[in-house]
């Protein structure tokens, strides 16, 4: 029976206040620069010694294995998020295509992995621009960086846009000092009896870390113009741009280091130019780096940031990381929230370590994108079939030719996220009894 009084109407719920929303500021340049702050950073500083380390003369063949796979996972992950402009990514993908836990699971697969990639960067900016306090150095990176993306994404993405020129102009150094010098040495590119499946395999594990960063493109979804137009056009350019980059210095390093030299180096491309017989670029490719670390650790926190106000939004991550700061429009509490974790993670981690954990952890979570890619329909823009077909295969197969260490501490971060799921669905289903 309604409480109203006679001949008066009942009350009417009162609206609620709108709450603050993600601002779509960023265009095609600005998404592909974001892509290529992502990618940039990692590989050509921080993986191009363990993967040589692994596959030995067959490095090459590792790199074009890892931009293949890459490519497949790229495509699916534009289609879908033309499809799903939503910030989140493949978590937001797998749960709308294949339900809650696979959702669940590749969110949980990207926060966990990306986190250790975070950490991974600012141990690079570290090494780098102060080894006796690399893990000092590391932390006071993130806190800076965190500041920037707390600020507003539109200053996040003029800030890499710097970052990148300053990285390119380094590299273009890098590789006209290594292939113009006497040392340079054609046949140190010559694949040898060294190179094996398994060792090529786990190369392209390792390098497929250094082109992940795309998927940083897709998690700004909510914050693209046009994004149905944007995101498609945006990852393949950033991609290919990153892909003809790291060939080329690939082969500069090779040709000067050799694969057993490039394995044994902790500051790679400075021993290659000194190699070349430039000591003197050596502490302009060291600045180099560690600027080209840090555009790479400023779009890894952004993309961290959105998978995690996403899951945040549907209760998979305390609800109040969902907060959007209503002047700055971005998801402040889950950016302070990351930056804290990998400040934790950036003192006491370890690079290669970090890498290889990241690499199983990411891997998995576009095995999860490749499925969803496959259930599109024609009219909602599905891929050519073989393309998720050989990225679940290729994530697959380079997850699993990870280092053990690296597949049972993934396998055990997944695990963990299944559990949670679990426990979860529980809480709630004795809540509502």
Same mark, same amino acid.
């Given at each position: 029976?309604? &409480?109203?009084?006679?001949g008066?109407?009942?009350a009417?719920?009162q609206p609620?206040?709108?709450?603050p929303?993600?601002?779509?500021?960023l265009?095609l @340049?600005?998404? $592909?620069?974001?892509?290529?702050g992502?990618?940039?950073g990692?590989?050509?500083?921080?993986?191009?010694?363990?993967?040589?380390g692994a596959?030995g %003369? !067959?490095?090459?063949?590792?790199?074009a294995l890892?931009a293949?796979?890459?490519?497949?996972?790229?495509t699916?992950s534009?289609? @879908?998020?033309?499809?799903?402009?939503? &910030?989140?990514g493949?978590y937001?993908y797998?749960?709308e295509?294949l339900?809650a836990?696979?959702?669940?699971?590749?969110?949980?697969a990207?926060?966990?992995?990306?986190?250790? &990639?975070c950490?991974?960067m600012?141990?690079t900016?570290?090494?780098y621009?102060?080894p +006796?306090q690399?893990?000092?150095?590391a932390?006071?990176?993130?806190?800076?960086?965190t500041?920037v993306?707390?600020?507003g994404v539109?200053?996040s993405?003029w800030?890499?846009?710097?970052?990148?020129a300053?990285?390119?102009a380094?590299l273009?150094a890098?590789?006209?000092?290594?292939?113009?010098?006497?040392?340079?040495?054609a046949?140190?590119?010559?694949?040898?009896a +060294?190179a094996?499946l398994?060792?090529?395999l786990?190369?392209?594990?390792l390098l497929?870390f250094?082109?992940?960063?795309?998927a940083?493109i897709a998690t700004l979804?909510?914050?693209v113009r046009?994004?149905a137009r944007?995101?498609p056009r945006?990852?393949?350019?950033? @991609?290919g741009?990153t @892909?003809a980059v790291?060939?080329a $210095?690939?082969v500069?390093v090779? %040709?000067?280091?050799?694969?057993?030299g490039?394995? !044994?180096?902790?500051a790679?491309?400075?021993d290659?130019?000194?190699a070349a017989?430039?000591?003197e670029?050596?502490?302009?490719?060291?600045v180099g780096a560690a600027?080209?670390?840090l555009?790479?650790?400023?779009a890894?926190?952004?993309g961290?940031?959105?998978?995690?106000?996403?899951?945040?939004? +549907?209760?998979?991550l305390? %609800?109040?990381l969902?907060?959007?700061h209503?002047?700055f429009q971005?998801?402040?509490r889950?950016?302070?929230a990351?930056g804290?974790?990998?400040?934790?993670a950036a003192?006491t981690?370890d690079l290669r370590?970090a890498?290889?954990f990241?690499?199983?952890?990411?891997l998995?979570?576009?095995a999860i994108?490749?499925?969803?890619?496959?259930?599109?329909?024609?009219?909602e823009?599905r891929?050519?079939?073989?393309?998720p077909?050989?990225?679940l295969?290729g994530c697959? #197969?380079?997850a699993f030719?990870?280092?053990?260490g690296s597949v049972? #501490?993934?396998?055990a971060?997944l695990?963990a996220?299944?559990a949670?799921?679990v426990?979860?669905?529980?809480?709630?289903g004795?809540?509502?009894?």
């Open positions: 029976m309604s &409480s109203s009084s006679p008066t109407e009942p009417q719920p609620q206040p709108q709450q929303q993600l601002g779509r500021r265009g @340049l600005d998404a $592909v620069v974001i892509g290529l992502a990618m940039l990692a590989g050509v500083f921080a993986a191009l010694a363990p993967a040589a596959a %003369s !067959g490095l090459l063949l590792g790199l890892a293949a796979v890459a490519y497949c996972n790229a699916s534009a289609r @879908l998020a033309a499809r799903y402009p939503a &910030s989140g493949t937001v797998g749960r295509r339900g836990f696979w959702g669940h699971q590749a969110g949980w990207f926060v966990v992995g990306k986190t250790a &990639s950490a991974a600012a141990l900016v570290g090494l621009a102060w +006796d690399a893990h000092a150095v932390v006071a990176a993130v806190v800076a960086l500041a993306n707390y600020a539109q200053k993405a800030l890499t846009r710097t970052i990148i300053v990285v390119l380094v273009a890098v590789v006209t000092a290594a292939l113009t010098s006497g040392e340079a040495d046949a140190r590119l010559d694949i040898g +060294d094996t398994t060792g090529v786990q190369a392209a594990g497929f250094a082109f992940a960063g795309y940083r979804g909510e914050e046009d994004p944007t995101i945006a990852v393949p350019i950033a @991609l741009i @892909l790291y060939a $210095v690939a500069a090779l %040709s000067v280091l050799g694969s057993d490039l394995a !044994g180096a902790t790679p491309l400075a290659a130019v000194r017989g430039v000591p670029l050596a502490p302009v490719v060291r600027v080209a670390a555009g790479s650790l400023l890894l926190i952004l961290v940031s959105r998978t995690t106000l996403a899951m945040a939004r +549907d209760r998979h305390p %609800s109040a969902a907060a959007v209503p002047r971005v998801p402040h889950a950016e302070l990351v804290a974790v990998v400040a934790v003192a981690a370590a890498i290889g990241s690499s199983f952890c990411v998995a979570y576009y994108a490749n499925v969803s890619a496959w259930t599109l329909t024609r009219e823009g891929p050519p079939r073989v393309v077909v050989l990225g295969i697959a #197969a380079l030719a990870l280092p053990l049972l #501490a993934g396998a971060v695990l996220g299944a949670t799921y426990a979860r669905r529980a809480l709630v004795r809540r509502q009894e």
